[in-house]
């Protein structure tokens, strides 16, 4: 599973850490996180990041 990083803040969303704090359970690839999710530093939508 690949990284993805927010284009805006630089943010890494790492899959294998997923992003628990905002209810994304570890091993969670970036295609499963729920499309409302927000970048957890500056808050932007999915549609802002990019693969690694």
Known sequence: ???YVCLVCGYV??????DPDNGV???????????DWVCPLCGVGKD???EE
């Open 48 to 50: 802002q990041f990019e």
């Open 25 to 35: 359970a570890p091993g969670t690839s970036f295609a499963d996180v729920p499309e």
């Open 13 to 18: 969303y790492n899959p294998a850490d997923g």
């Open 1 to 3: 599973m690949s990284n």
